[in-house]
């Protein structure tokens, strides 16, 4: 094998004979389908029941519906409201297939699809710059890791992260300048936070390299460059600026410094701390981000003890000793290879993109969305390709002419030790979050109501897979209360309280007029909550538990009209028909 090392700053490398190449690829297709496979064709399997499916679906997917079915889900609010928030390139994507298939099973099928980019783009970044066994260790450090495939399950807009970010840093290492617009234009079509790393990756790599590592570019006048990247800026612009458009009629977005007012966007609210202020650093962000990358998912190898997994936002990883030693030999040899390399060095341009956007989207919060979504991304890519190469460069350090396999080797080495002590062999139920119990029968009798039917209930739990399962229209839920923009915070606020003065009320007048204000039709009533309150987000947590109290002086009105004007029962679920209520 060849040293990139080696290589002049203008020479090619020495091209390989078409037969080793396809051999290398052959074995290296072959050995991680031996590997991966069997988690792999298990979770096609999971995804192919219908009543198994992401969480975030129950948010980002059911509006869909409304293009498959004209019927569904009209003169919505929530409804509109998704549709309005969605990546451009994204709801094109799904309008087009829905209006020839059921939007849900797209969302079962792209993410496989995706995954299969993702890994031909770090396959290839890997072998170009450090040949066909850096290959092998970077798509195998992919698939060990649960991280990866869970971010895509579902086909939700993040699932195109992983795609663009990993074609960002093929187009880097390849220096192919003009693909990597197109991936900047992509990503803000698909993904706009993708979009907008790759697009200063793109602005660094032509406006501050110098002509010898801007490979595909060394000969562009500066004026050409700063076409470039004024064109690629103007058309990832008109990607985003229909969404800009449209989430406007939904009031400004919340600053941090608006907690007081918005609770919901606060401590104890709807997100969790890595989603609100105060915002962690990057170094921060990056820790936990390489622990959920390295450490895999499913069941370790045979032999090997299971790794101590990381699956929570919200606590600090006990990182293992072997982590953190490969975490260092692929950052060491990394920056050694960098030194002497074009290749790696612009690769890690998508590194510097990162520490410059992070702190930039922290700083204007929200305008930029969320700021660890500029972390969430490169890191894992850059995590799963820096370990190979820099195993390789390390390898370079002891090589001469008759020694050239000890730079394989090491690769082999390196990525060996992290994928038998931290790896697993894949998990087949990653990112299938929710699983209903078929025996449910309540998900059937809510489908059967009419088209126009608005049912409500405690917005957590059932409720959010109403819109997904029954295909019908909620008053409120929990993964459809989102706590962004002002207006619709506002109107979320106004139907959750609505919802929790029914829900506990003494008397018919709060039932009659979430009916008649709010246009709903049918309650649903889990019975276990009137001997204990539901939990909620703040402020909402507290309103509950407080009407939960005063309900205590009297009978409960929405149990009192259950004689006839319940229309299901259950165990502890029951469903009220509001057109059906009488006064006592």
């Given at each position: 094998m060849t040293d990139p090392t080696s290589y002049s700053r203008t020479a090619a490398p020495p091209p390989q004979s078409r037969r080793r190449r396809l051999i290398a690829l052959a074995i290296i297709v072959i050995s991680l389908a031996g590997m991966f496979g069997p988690s792999l064709v298990a979770h096609m399997r999971h995804a192919a029941e219908p009543l198994w499916f992401n969480d975030d679906c129950r948010a980002y997917i059911w509006p869909m519906l409304r293009y498959h079915d004209p019927s569904l889900f009209q003169n919505d609010y929530i409804t509109q409201h998704f549709l309005d928030v969605m990546p451009s390139g994204y709801k094109l994507l799904y309008r087009g297939w829905s209006m020839l298939a059921d939007p849900r099973v797209l969302s079962k099928a792209l993410p496989y699809a995706l995954l299969l980019v993702f890994l031909a783009t770090v396959g290839v970044t890997g072998w170009k710059l450090a040949g066909p066994v850096a290959a092998w260790g970077a798509i195998a450090l992919c698939l060990s890791s649960s991280h990866f495939l869970g971010c895509m399950t579902g086909g939700l807009p993040r699932a195109f992260a992983f795609p663009v970010v990993g074609a960002a840093a093929m187009a880097l290492t390849l220096g192919r300048p003009i693909v990597l617009a197109v991936v900047v234009c992509l990503g803000a079509a698909l993904y706009a936070a993708s979009g907008l790393v790759s697009g200063v990756a793109l602005a660094i790599y032509l406006l501050l390299l110098p002509a010898p590592d801007r490979a595909g570019a060394q000969n562009w006048s500066l004026r050409r460059r700063m076409i470039v990247v004024a064109i690629t800026a103007l058309i990832s612009g008109l990607m985003v600026l229909p969404t800009m458009i449209q989430t406007r009629a939904y009031g400004s977005m919340i600053h941090p410094d608006q907690i007081t007012t918005y609770p919901e966007a606060g401590p104890g609210g709807r997100y969790s701390r890595k989603d609100r202020p105060p915002y962690r650093t990057v170094g921060a962000e990056a820790m936990g981000l390489i622990h959920k990358t390295l450490v895999g998912g499913g069941d370790p190898w045979p032999g090997m003890m299971p790794p101590t997994r990381y699956d929570h936002d919200d606590s600090v990883p006990r990182i293992p000793a072997l982590l953190i030693c490969v975490v260092c030999l692929g950052a060491a040899g990394a920056t050694l290879l960098a030194t002497r390399n074009e290749a790696v060095k612009r690769l890690l341009i998508l590194l510097l993109a990162v520490l410059l956007i992070h702190p930039v989207a922290v700083v204007v919060a929200p305008l930029l969305h969320l700021p660890a979504r500029y972390v969430d991304y490169p890191v894992p890519v850059l995590t799963v390709l820096l370990i190979p190469v820099g195993a390789f460069a390390l390898g370079s350090l002891a090589s001469a002419p008759n020694r050239a396999w000890l730079r394989p080797a090491a690769i082999l080495a390196i990525?060996?030790?992290?994928?038998?002590?931290?790896?697993?062999?894949?998990?087949?139920?990653?990112?299938?979050?929710?699983?209903?119990?078929?025996?449910?029968?309540?998900?059937?009798?809510?489908?059967?109501?009419?088209?126009?039917?608005?049912?409500?209930?405690?917005?957590?739990?059932?409720?959010?897979?109403?819109?997904?399962?029954?295909?019908?229209?909620?008053?409120?839920?929990?993964?459809?209360?989102?706590?962004?923009?002002?207006?619709?915070?506002?109107?979320?606020?106004?139907?959750?309280?609505?919802?929790?003065?029914?829900?506990?009320?003494?008397?018919?007048?709060?039932?009659?007029?979430?009916?008649?204000?709010?246009?709903?039709?049918?309650?649903?009533?889990?019975?276990?909550?009137?001997?204990?309150?539901?939990?909620?987000?703040?402020p909402f947590g507290a309103y509950a538990a407080e009407m939960f109290r005063k309900s205590r002086q009297g009978a409960i009105e929405a149990e009192w009209q259950l004689t006839w004007a319940g229309v299901y029962r259950e165990d502890h679920l029951a469903v009220l028909d509001l057109n059906q209520l009488r006064p006592q």
């Open positions: 990525c060996l030790a992290s994928l038998l002590g931290l790896g697993g062999r894949g998990n087949p139920d990653i990112g299938y979050t929710v699983r209903v119990d078929p025996k449910n029968t309540i998900y059937r009798f809510l489908a059967s109501l009419p088209n126009d039917a608005v049912i409500a209930g405690w917005p957590y739990g059932l409720l959010d897979n109403v819109p997904y399962l029954s295909q019908r229209r909620t008053l409120i839920t929990f993964e459809n209360h989102a706590v962004f923009h002002q207006e619709f915070v506002k109107e979320m606020r106004r139907r959750m309280i609505a919802l929790i003065e029914a829900y506990f009320a003494t008397d018919l007048p709060p039932l009659t007029r979430l009916r008649k204000d709010f246009g709903v039709t049918h309650l649903v009533l889990d019975l276990r909550h009137y001997s204990r309150p539901p939990a909620y987000f703040k």
